[in-house]
């Protein structure tokens, strides 16, 4: 019975070690790519809001993960955001459409 305990403990260990270290990626894509399309990415942070398991490439099984975050072209609106993981590799950012000022 202990054994599992320790397994199971070691496993939520994992799986928070892993989360931080994809949040992190994650935030740091978003943020290079806010400063490429000259945007302002607001309140220095991304949010998950949906998690699965799906396959990559190669078909083996990985933490599929949808973050949000909120930006601004203006100063004054704001826009959202979403970037989508897979395992520890990004798959997309996405960005609202946006007021561009000249």
């Known amino acids: 019975m202990d054994f599992f305990l320790i ?4 496993s939520i260990g994992y799986y928070w070690s892993d989360s931080m270290k994809t949040r992190e990626l ?3 894509y978003v943020k290079n790519h806010c ?3 000259e945007v302002q990415l607001l309140d220095e942070y991304v949010a998950l ?3 699965w398991l799906k396959k990559d490439e190669y078909g083996k099984t990985k933490i599929w993960r949808s973050y949000q975050f ?3 072209s203006t100063g004054y609106e704001r826009y959202n955001g ?5 395992g520890q590799k990004i798959i ?3 960005l609202d459409p946006y007021k561009i000022i000249d």
């Open 70 to 72: 909120e930006f601004t």
């Open 26 to 28: 994650a935030f740091f």
């Open 49 to 51: 809001n949906a998690l």
């Open 92 to 94: 997309s950012i996405q």
């Open 82 to 86: 979403k970037v989508i993981m897979l």
């Open 7 to 10: 397994i199971f403990l070691l």
């Open 35 to 37: 400063q490429q399309v």
